[in-house]
């Protein structure tokens, strides 16, 4: 399954940096050079810039261009600019299963899925890292019913198919919407042990809810994420067409 562009350009681009190909100081090559050299619109280019000006891997200056301001560190960060983004890279890294179980649900997450309390989905816990270290922790809920179409090998797919997509595809419910909530924890139990933090830790939690276009939920996940590791970008678009026009 393929990546966004940007996303393409941006991993190669901190893949250089890291390797020390372009130093502290070192200017990058232009966004004119950039779109040569992937073949993409200068929006694309821009897009993936913008992450590492905001990790604080790149400055730019107006007429001068682009130029190294640190090697990146381990932070995970990346660009949301739609539902699609949300859908095929909700993470930059692949998840590493910890278990997978047909459980009855808890109360607050079967009013999410619109299921009766007690109800079986399947809970999946999964952990992310970046540079050997851990930074996210997920408890994913999806409803039994749409399990029961999956292939036989999903569990080995979900490295490169997310878990949303995998419910969308199985069942032909395509994701219409979805909807999260951030919120700040302090970290406990199973989170506070994956993620090599002590309790209390002020950790950032990601609720995500996707619906099919029927209003059907198809998958509900509570994340947990270290601040000091992860960041995401969400990129807002005015939607008045003369607004645009005048930004060309």
Same mark, same amino acid.
């Given at each position: 399954?393929?990546? %966004?562009?940007?996303?393409?350009?941006?991993?190669?681009?901190?893949?250089?940096?890291?390797?020390?190909?372009?130093?502290?100081?070192?200017? /990058? %090559?232009?966004?004119?050079?950039?779109?040569?050299?992937?073949?993409?619109?200068?929006?694309?280019? +821009?897009?993936?810039?913008?992450?590492?000006?905001?990790?604080?891997?790149?400055?730019?200056?107006?007429?001068?261009?682009?130029?190294?301001?640190?090697?990146? $560190?381990?932070?995970?960060?990346?660009?949301?600019?739609?539902?699609?983004?949300?859908?095929?890279?909700?993470? =930059?890294?692949?998840? /590493?299963?910890?278990?997978?179980?047909?459980?009855?649900? =808890?109360?607050?997450?079967?009013?999410?899925?619109?299921? $009766?309390?007690?109800?079986?989905?399947? +809970?999946? +816990?999964?952990?992310?890292? &970046?540079?050997?270290?851990?930074?996210?922790?997920?408890? /994913?809920?999806?409803?039994?019913?749409?399990?029961?179409?999956?292939? =036989?090998?999903?569990?080995?797919?979900?490295?490169?198919?997310?878990?949303?997509?995998?419910?969308?595809? &199985?069942?032909?419910? %395509?994701?219409?919407?979805?909807?999260?909530? &951030?919120?700040?924890?302090?970290?406990?139990?199973?989170?506070?042990?994956?993620?090599?933090?002590? &309790?209390?830790?002020?950790?950032?939690?990601?609720?995500?809810?996707?619906?099919?276009?029927?209003?059907?939920?198809?998958?509900?996940?509570?994340?947990?994420?270290?601040?000091?590791?992860?960041?995401?970008?969400?990129?807002?678009?005015?939607?008045?067409?003369?607004?645009?026009?005048?930004?060309?």
């Amino acid at each position: 399954m393929s990546q %966004p562009a940007y996303l393409r350009i941006l991993h190669a681009l901190r893949a250089r940096i890291a390797a020390g190909e372009w130093r502290v100081g070192d200017q /990058i %090559p232009t966004d004119e050079e950039l779109m040569a050299l992937f073949g993409v619109s200068r929006f694309t280019v +821009r897009a993936a810039l913008d992450v590492l000006v905001a990790d604080g891997v790149i400055k730019r200056y107006r007429r001068r261009g682009s130029f190294v301001a640190a090697r990146p $560190d381990g932070a995970s960060a990346w660009m949301l600019t739609s539902l699609d983004d949300l859908v095929m890279h909700g993470f =930059p890294t692949e998840p /590493i299963l910890l278990d997978v179980a047909l459980l009855p649900c =808890p109360e607050p997450v079967a009013g999410v899925l619109g299921l $009766d309390a007690a109800a079986p989905a399947l +809970r999946i +816990r999964a952990l992310r890292t &970046a540079d050997g270290a851990p930074y996210s922790h997920s408890v /994913i809920h999806i409803p039994e019913a749409f399990t029961r179409n999956f292939p =036989p090998d999903w569990e080995s797919r979900v490295s490169t198919e997310p878990f949303v997509s995998l419910v969308a595809n &199985a069942n032909a419910l %395509p994701v219409h919407r979805a909807i999260q909530v &951030a919120r700040a924890v302090a970290a406990e139990g199973e989170a506070a042990a994956m993620l090599q933090v002590t &309790a209390g830790t002020p950790l950032l939690v990601l609720e995500r809810t996707f619906h099919s276009r029927d209003g059907v939920v198809l998958e509900h996940a509570e994340i947990a994420c270290r601040p000091d590791r992860y960041r995401q970008i969400i990129e807002f678009r005015s939607t008045n067409a003369a607004t645009r026009e005048d930004s060309c």
